[in-house]
């Protein structure tokens, strides 16, 4: 059974930096592409960051500029570099991978909380 487990949110001050770890486990060698996503209080969860085995990658026009996403070099872990960031940004963060075959992973979840 796949898992994801994110790592790295926190409390952090406007035009500060957080960096965001994702490890997968169960589904390791299978994993196409991985991804961030996160869902603000009253809304739903929306894009922040994908990246390919190919290593494209594809980003949020709010992300843009600002995050940066990455996969390491064993292919199962991948990263979200925050910078210049925003009160907007406050949500809780989720990992996903989806494999070969289709199927979707989730992480749990891990909150950012960026004070003005």
């Known amino acids: 059974q796949g898992q994801l487990v994110e790592s790295g949110g926190g409390l952090v001050q406007a035009g500060g930096s957080v960096r965001l770890s994702c490890v997968a486990s169960?589904?390791?060698?299978?994993?196409?592409?991985m991804g961030w996503y996160r869902q603000a209080p009253g809304k739903q969860r929306e894009l922040v960051a994908t990246?390919?085995?190919?290593?494209?990658?594809n980003y949020a026009e709010s992300a843009k500029g600002r995050f940066t996403i990455s996969r390491g070099k064993d292919q199962n872990t991948v990263y979200l570099q925050m910078d210049s960031l925003k009160p907007e940004d406050t949500a809780v963060y989720y990992c996903?991978?989806?494999?070969?075959?289709?199927?979707?992973?989730w992480g749990q979840g891990t909150q950012v909380t960026v004070a003005s």
């Open positions: 996903n991978a989806i494999i070969f075959s289709g199927a979707n992973y």
């Open positions: 169960g589904i390791i060698f299978r994993i196409n592409a």
């Open positions: 990246i390919t085995s190919g290593g494209n990658t």
